[in-house]
């Protein structure tokens, strides 16, 4: 029995092993290829199968397979199974080795997502509708238990096609090695699996280890992506990127944990980030890149899902370069991309009754950055909205930023330098606030370019910034904890080798060799300027009045801008703003120059202030403040100029008293502007000015103190606003003896009013002095009249004794004041011009001639004298008898005339009987002119060449006394 029982024994054995070492090897070797041709479509082929029954392991090798379009889809090159059978009998399916060698795999993305596998499990596999119902009452079965002790993966490769996108890409993963110990799928306590997991595609490699559990699940352990190229990230993230990604490589590692339950947790600690060569552009087809940078470092990240955490090492940034462009339309290149964000979908998220989120449901999310480190960066402005673009590169830009968290109150240090490629370089450091904002900064600009914003500058003005260095060295304090924004500014400032433009003219307007400002404070709210000293070097300042009348500072404002419509604050605005308040202690001018050109004038009128210097001190818009102004320099080359005074509060009622005083400045360099008004070019002399201005607000009162020294005039000047008088007579009534013209113009008058300008008052008024002057000349001579009681009207004439040549009496002295005159005005020329009245001396010639016809003159009595009178009307044959004209002059027939009244009367009826020689009036008045010309120089020494005799007059008039005038002219040579 024994013996049978052995025998059965060892058959059983034998048909076991048979089975186990030749059938089964043989059945699988043709199963597997039908098996992958039923339910993958693929055809496939195993060279050989070798089974162990004893050991309980399969091993397969050189398992080949294709899809249905002939293509390898899956092979390897060897493959070991050895089962664990001493544990099946606890229920256990345990896998005590796996092992593959050389495994293929390629997996294929489709354009509709679906991988290959699938796809062709899905297309071998039909669904059915039949899903198996489970028994009424019957439990659900507990899953198989299944524990792996040894899995190894050794030399594997799978290739990645992924053809969702335009342009196909395939990815290989070799080679790709996996070792996997004591994996359960059931909780064991103090026990879980480890694992490690090494891959490369190219260069990029992947290295994962840790410890793994699978019920429930939790894994920690570390994990790392090195080198990831560009390429592979592009192709994943490019359409979740707003830039197209050009080059880098990424590398990741991290430690992790990871565990499920209620709540999944996620959290790693040790983590760093670093991308290196990483390149950004706006688009594809870009021809620049957006941004580049040699390395990106993150280190120490730690993450924490459930406690809401993320904190950064200190984060590095080499070689750091950025180009920024801005269009024509305003749009930045950097924004474009971005496009238009969506509005987030709030639908579902925890709310309130009034559908507002719910803050109590989650804790904030808290984030901390250990700090910022960028060296060597760049960043360049292209900016193409002006109508001349504007180039602007930052370069050896480094930034370094302390530690940064969701508590953005807590102060934040920083410290940045850089340099610009156009001249200047810029450091800033100190500590800001995010929330509210608050900012310290330690503030240093050296020798910073200002052309380089010349651009921005010709935007909105006509000027053109052709040189400048900025130089700035101070503090600048911000407060924005309350509304409105406060802070302060103070430090130096420097603006050194300005040369500032007209674009449209090309011509200078402004500069100057140094500007400094030390010290410099300023406060924004509420403003508030103060500046100790303003020192101004070398500064050459040019005003032009063009052709148009305008000048060219009021054309620093396009045309568009200038007369936009102003929109006039509203009430509240104007209660609430607050204007600016300033101090300047002195101003310090050194060596300045302004240049003035009036091309209104032909010809053009042109001269310079130069070598100005000294000081203005105490300058400010808040009362009580009293100012000085002292000031020396020269005009035209040649003329000294003293500028001084006091200066009241700015834009108060206050008084300021000035006074500027200017020497020998020379008269032919004002010929064009003296031309207009006069009528004639100046061809000598000099000019000494005087003035005295008290400014009270707006109200200006002005003494105009002038001296003209030796002033002679050329040819004549064709021009519209020229006087209407003889401008010689008036200059040479006004000057003396020495060839001075002294005159006094006081002006006053409101500069608000467009109408009111100084300059041309001050020209007007004299012009009307020269012009009252050559029309009334002897009412210049007045103050020589005076001293004898006369007026400048009586001194333009003498009158005579009608019918004489005799002066009437106290007339000598009109003459010797005349002779003065003279005298002290040398260039003044007196035509004197005999006259007579045919009237008034013409009756008396007739009268004396009568009374010598007639004898009577020496006749002592009346009643001889009416006589002989008679008798002479008797005989002349009057209509008129004697005896009626007595009773007409009479009035009446029974009465007498008075002896004198008939005597009177027989003389003038008679005088139109007596006839004078022709040439007797002419002998009268031309020996007038010979007693006059005589007089004057016999008597009062006046020279030949200042008197001249001309032809008499007879029309000439009565004074009230009824004597003859007889009237001068005047003339300048």
């Not at 600690?269 to 688009?283: C, I, N």
């Not at 020379?666 to 008004?677: E, F, K, R, T, V």
């Not at 009586?794 to 004794?801: K, N, R």
């Amino acid at each position: 029995m024994v013996r049978k029982l052995s025998i059965g024994v060892v058959i059983l054995v034998a048909l076991y092993a048979l089975a186990g070492f030749v059938v089964l090897p043989w059945w699988l070797e043709r199963t597997i290829p039908e098996r992958l041709a039923q339910h993958m479509g693929w055809e496939g082929s195993v060279e050989d199968v070798k089974v162990n029954p004893f050991a309980m392991s399969i091993e397969a090798l050189g398992l080949t397979a294709r899809d249905g379009d002939g293509e390898p889809v899956l092979s390897f090159d060897r493959l070991y199974v050895n089962l664990g059978v001493l544990r099946l009998a606890t229920g256990v399916i345990a896998l005590q080795d796996l092992e593959l060698a050389s495994p293929f795999a390629r997996l294929d993305l489709r354009d509709d997502y679906s991988v290959n596998f699938a796809r062709d499990w899905q297309a071998n596999n039909p669904a059915t509708d039949e899903v198996p119902e489970a028994e009424p009452g019957s439990e659900a079965a507990e899953p198989s238990k299944l524990v792996l002790d040894r899995i190894r993966i050794i030399g594997g490769e799978v290739l990645f096609r992924d053809f969702s996108r335009p342009d196909a890409e395939e990815f290989q993963i070799a080679p790709l090695d996996l070792a996997l110990n004591d994996l359960a799928t059931w909780p064991r306590e103090g026990s879980q699996s480890d694992y490690s997991l090494q891959a490369a595609i190219g260069n990029q490699t992947v290295e994962w280890d840790g410890n793994l559990t699978i019920a429930p699940f939790a894994s920690d352990g570390y994990l790392r992506i090195s080198d990831i190229s560009y390429t592979t990230l592009a192709h994943f993230l490019g359409p979740f990127l707003p830039y197209s990604l050009r080059d880098g490589n990424l590398s990741v590692s991290s430690s992790y944990e990871m565990r499920s339950g209620e709540q999944f947790a996620l959290s790693t600690s040790d983590g760093e980030v670093t991308m290196t060569g990483l390149a950004l552009a706006e688009t594809a087809d870009s021809e620049t890149d957006l941004l580049k940078v040699a390395r990106v470092h993150l280190p120490a990240v730690m993450f924490d899902l459930i406690g809401r955490e993320l904190s950064v090492g200190r984060v590095a940034l080499d070689d750091f370069q950025m180009e920024l462009e801005r269009d024509p339309q305003g749009s930045l290149n950097v924004v474009r991309p971005l496009g238009t964000a969506e509005p987030a979908d709030t639908e579902g998220a925890d709310t309130t009754d009034d559908g507002a989120p719910d803050p109590t449901q989650q804790s904030p999310f808290r984030w901390s950055v250990a700090g910022v480190e960028l060296k060597n960066g760049s960043v360049n402005w292209l900016d193409n909205q002006p109508s001349t673009s504007a180039n602007l590169s930052l370069q050896q830009l480094n930034l370094t930023l302390g530690r940064l968290s969701d508590q953005l109150a807590e102060p934040v240090d920083y410290e940045a330098d850089m340099r610009l490629a156009n001249g200047g370089r810029m450091s800033f450091r100190g500590q800001t606030t995010p929330q509210p904002f608050t900012l310290e900064a330690g503030i240093s600009l050296n020798d910073l370019n200002l052309a380089q914003i010349d651009p921005y500058l010709g935007d909105i003005t006509n000027l053109t910034l052709r040189d400048g260095l900025l130089t700035v060295d101070g503090n600048l304090n911000l407060d924005n904890q309350e509304s409105p924004l406060t802070g302060t500014f103070s430090g130096t400032a420097q603006v050194a080798s300005l040369d500032l433009g007209m674009t449209d003219s090309g011509g200078p307007l402004l500069a100057w060799r140094n500007m400094r400002l030390e010290p410099l404070e300023y406060n924004i709210a509420p403003a508030r300027l103060e500046i100790g000293t303003l020192t101004l070097s070398n500064p050459n300042i040019n005003v032009v009045r063009e052709q148009s009348g305008q000048h060219n500072f009021a054309r620093i404002l396009p045309e568009s801008a200038s007369n936009a419509d102003v929109t006039e604050p509203t009430q509240v605005e104007v209660q609430t703003e607050e204007g600016l308040i300033f101090r300047i202690g002195q101003i310090l001018l050194e060596d300045g120059e302004v240049s003035y050109a009036n091309r209104t004038l032909n010809p053009v009128f042109s001269t310079r202030l130069d070598r100005l210097n000294g000081s203005v001190s105490g300058l400010s818009n808040v009362s009580p403040q009293q100012g000085k102004v002292a000031i020396q320099g020269r005009v035209g080359d040649v003329a000294s100029l003293k500028f001084d005074g006091s200066i009241g509060t700015l834009g108060t009622e206050d008084v300021s008293d000035l006074k500027l005083i200017v020497d020998d400045i020379s008269l032919p360099a004002l010929s064009p502007y003296l031309g207009q008004y006069l009528g004639y070019a100046i061809e000598s002399g000099k000019l000494d000015l005087d003035l005295n201005y008290k400014l009270a607000g707006s109200r200006i009162d002005a003494d105009n103190h002038i001296l003209l020294d030796r002033m002679e005039l050329g040819d004549t000047v064709d021009s519209e606003q020229a006087v209407n008088a003889p401008v010689k007579l008036g200059l040479a009534l006004l000057r003396d003896t020495r060839g001075l013209i002294d005159i006094d113009l006081p002006i006053e008058g409101d500069l608000d009013d467009p109408q009111f300008r100084i300059g041309p008052v001050v020209m007007r008024t004299f012009v009307n002095l020269i012009a009252k002057a050559a029309t009334s000349p002897f009412s210049m001579l007045g103050s020589l009249a005076e001293m004898t009681g006369l007026t400048g009207e009586e001194l333009g004439y003498v009158s005579f004794q009608p019918g004489r040549a005799k002066l009437a009496p106290g007339d000598l002295e009109k003459l010797e004041v005349l002779s003065d005159a003279l005298a002290e005005r040398p260039s003044l020329l007196l035509k004197v011009r005999g006259a007579v009245s045919p009237e008034t001396d013409g009756g008396f010639l007739r009268r004396q001639a009568l009374a010598e016809q007639l004898s009577i003159s020496e006749l002592p009595s009346a009643a001889d004298r009416i006589a002989r009178l008679e008798s002479r009307y008797q005989a002349a044959g009057f209509e008129q008898s004697l005896a009626a004209y007595r009773e007409e002059v009479a009035g009446s027939a029974n009465m007498e005339p008075d002896e004198q009244a008939w005597e009177a009367a027989l003389v003038n009826r008679l005088l139109s009987t007596v006839e004078l020689r022709p040439e007797r009036l002419a002998d009268l008045a031309r020996e007038r002119g010979v007693v006059l010309s005589t007089t004057l120089q016999e008597e009062f020494d006046v020279s030949d060449d200042q008197l001249f005799l001309l032809e008499p007059l007879q029309d000439a008039e009565q004074d009230e006394a009824g004597q003859v005038k007889v009237n001068f002219e005047l003339e300048a040579r």
